[in-house]
């Protein structure tokens, strides 16, 4: 939107407004919905919408989710936004009403990215100071599924796992901090039994929920269906090309209204990975996660980056990999540019509570998510 581009720099010493939390529920076409809003040290805001979608938006476009969540009339958003940007009312008028629309479009919308939307400009997290990360990604478990090369996955430093009321506790805590976006993975989290509870828990109390997983029970339908039903708002599939299984449980999980970004392991035995990009392309993905499990592979894996592009697919770099025997967690997602958000944009939780600053950073213990204060641990 061409507000949020237009006004992010002009006034860079107006007086943001007041930090905290910001919360509406109603209905629109007689659906109910609910938006979140936190508002940071700096001005710049997250929206969470139905606990499904995470905007991340500058000081102009967190005042006008301020004041849609606050109910003002357009005229009175307008008149506020005027005097603080010393902009002319029409103008601001004009822009709340474009953000209206458009968040009335996001809340009526299915299967949208988690993470962004339309022509929001983010607030990029990953250079900002944030007091709170955007996103946890929570190892439930680093048991694998059975027949996978299990020593990639360190389980000798985790003594053990968090029992469902740890997690709960851990949810339920980071939700009290701000942080709206947890990310469930492992391991294989779909071997916790209690995995639909936790997806229900952290739905309820208002925070948008990630699955990472292989998808081979997923593709059972109904088991797929109860984790829909509990508020599983986006996959991240582990695909594995070379097995008919993992096609079938990604063909299972396509048509559902759920937002899906497909991750692959590339390595020297991958084979005609250009086909499996127009497959993943023919079953409509959207989104497309790469990493390497062998360094010599720059230039195959530049030649799918620019095919991927001519495809449709967008690739993503923040999220988290799976610990397995093609990804030995040793080797980083390629991007020129990739902004550096561990620590900061996102932490991971292991299964015993430990905290780390991202995936595979064992030596780098924050502290314990159960156990330790937040100040602690960011300290």
């Known amino acids: 939107m061409k507000l949020f581009n237009r ?10 407004l007041p930090v905290g939390t910001h919360h509406l529920q109603t209905t629109q076409d ?73 968040i009335h479009t996001l809340i009526s919308t299915p299967d949208l990215d988690p993470v962004s939307f339309m022509g929001f400009e983010q607030a990029a997290p990953h250079s900002t100071e944030l007091s709170v990360p955007l996103r946890l990604d929570c190892a439930l478990t680093y048991r694998l599924p059975e027949n996978t090369q299990a020593e990639y996955a360190p389980v000798k430093r985790v003594t053990r796992e968090l029992s469902t009321d740890e997690w709960k506790i851990i949810l339920n805590k980071a939700w009290g901090i701000g ?138 770099f923040d999220l988290p990999v799976p610990y397995s025997a093609n990804h030995p967690i040793a080797f980083e997602t390629l991007e020129d540019h990739i902004p550096n958000g561990a620590g900061r944009a996102w932490l991971y939780v292991e299964p015993d509570g430990d905290v780390l600053p991202a995936q595979g950073k064992a030596d780098q213990v924050m502290g314990n998510f159960l156990r330790d204060e937040w100040n602690a641990i960011r300290s």
């Open 30 to 102: 007689e659906k109910p919905y609910r938006v979140h809003l936190r508002l940071q040290q700096d001005g710049s805001g997250v929206l969470i919408v139905n606990a499904s979608t995470v905007l991340q938006l500058n000081p102009t476009a967190a005042e006008c989710a301020f004041h849609f969540i606050k109910g003002s009339t357009p005229e009175e958003a307008a008149k506020q936004i005027s005097t603080r940007y010393r902009i002319n009312k029409r103008v601001a008028l004009e822009d709340f009403n474009n953000f209206t629309e458009q």
């Open 7 to 16: 006004l992010a720099d002009r006034f860079a010493k107006v007086e943001p």
């Open 179 to 316: 942080i709206p976006h947890i990310t469930f993975t492992g391991g294989e989290a779909t071997l916790r039994d209690d995995l639909p509870e936790l997806i229900a828990h952290a739905e309820s109390i208002g925070q948008v929920c990630g699955l990472l997983t292989d998808g081979m029970k997923l593709a059972d339908k109904k088991y797929l269906d109860q984790l829909l039903k509990t508020g599983l708002d986006h996959i991240l599939f582990i695909l594995q090309p070379e097995k008919k299984e993992s096609w079938t449980a990604l063909e299972t999980i396509m048509p559902e209204d759920i937002f899906v970004t497909v991750h692959i392991t590339l390595n020297k035995n991958s084979g005609n990975m250009g086909q499996v990009l127009e497959k993943l392309a023919s079953l409509k993905v959207q989104s497309l996660s790469l990493t390497l499990a062998d360094d010599s592979l720059d230039e195959t894996y530049n030649a799918l980056r620019d095919q991927a592009a001519e495809l449709g697919l967008s690739l993503k």
